[in-house]
């Protein structure tokens, strides 16, 4: 008996410490609530943007267990990737209608580095409960072009290569900008390995931040038109969807009648504390305290 009570204790002085690993606040009500209300309060939203941070392992196991959690209660769902672009679309699809191996999937899909263990399980759960997956974003090696060349280097493309990217690029002079600007300076303060001359750049680097968001706003819609519609969950790094910007801001210019719910990240030193500014940044914040690692 006494070992058993000994047991107990252990297990219940570990279970807060994994539970305080994150808390997750509704803004509407500016109070904290648990992940099954907030799958239960998505259930109204037609679009969901999950805002992360790539190298955070209390994220990526959230998305995994919200998805599931909302596939329990909407099956006629769709899932969205910043991080597979769209002339992968149909590997993709192949995968996940089984039509050829992983092997094949991952040596054609340029897949990120932490796929393996950060969205595989994503993949994995749309494959055995045959969703579609939509390769949302614009092939780096265009939007490269842009930050390096501008606007007019997609003049040099072909028409089926401009099928990969958005047919309208709409770079705003707004707050969305100047959130971004302030980043990179403050990116660049901070780093020895940002290369010479990119402070220059700004404008055409935020201009390929733009094209980023305005063709996974298009990839969306594309596949969530389609009848009957279906809702979407799209996962992205948080900056493309933080205040219902970026991303976000585009599906909404293309069809302001949806409605869209933003999932916000947000650090926290010491004890999980938020402001009144904070409740802005989306529908939702996870408050989090891991250190993270940024691309």
């Known amino acids: 008996m006494k070992r ?46 999950f805002g992360e941070y790539h190298g955070n392992k209390i994220l990526h196991s959230l998305e995994i267990e919200l998805l599931k959690m909302f596939y329990h209660n909407n099956k006629n769902l769709i899932i969205s ?49 045959e969703l579609t997956v939509v390769a949302a974003n614009i092939p780096r090696r265009y ?18 290569e ?18 971004f600007m302030q980043t990179m300076r403050n990116n660049m303060a901070h780093s020895r ?24 706003a298009e990839s969306i819609l594309q596949y969530q038109r389609i009848p009957p519609r279906r809702k ?11 205040k219902h910007l970026g991303t976000a801001q585009k599906i909404q210019i293309l069809e302001p009648m949806l409605k869209v719910a933003v999932i916000t990240p947000l650090m926290c030193e010491d004890e999980f504390i938020w402001k009144n500014d904070d409740l802005t940044e989306g529908e939702f914040l996870i408050l989090i305290k891991e250190k993270i690692s940024e691309e």
């Not at 700004?202 to 996974?216: E, F, G, N, V, W």
Request: hydrophobic share 40%.
């Open 162 to 179: 401009k099928k990969f990217t958005a047919k309208k690029h709409k770079v705003f002079d707004d707050e969305y900008k100047k959130c």
């Open 4 to 49: 058993i009570i000994i047991i107990a204790v252990l297990i219940f002085s570990i279970l807060p410490a994994f539970c305080q690993e994150y808390k997750i606040i509704d803004t509407k009500f500016n109070k904290e609530i648990i992940l099954k209300e907030m799958v239960e309060r998505l259930g109204d939203y037609d679009v969901i943007f």
């Open 143 to 160: 939007a490269s072009m842009i930050s390096k060349q501008g606007m007019n280097a997609l003049d040099s493309l072909s028409a089926e």
């Open 81 to 129: 990737m910043e991080m597979f672009e769209r002339d992968v679309q149909p590997v993709l699809d192949k995968y996940l209608n089984n039509e050829v191996s992983e092997a094949d999937f991952l040596g054609k899909s340029r897949p990120w580095p932490n796929y393996e263990e950060d969205y595989k399980p994503l993949i994995e759960f749309a494959k055995e409960n």
């Open 193 to 216: 390995k940002m290369p010479a001359g990119m402070m220059m750049n700004l404008d055409r680097i935020y201009a390929a931040q733009c094209i980023k968001d305005d063709t996974m």
């Open 232 to 242: 979407v969950i799209h996962f992205n790094g948080d900056f493309h969807s933080r």
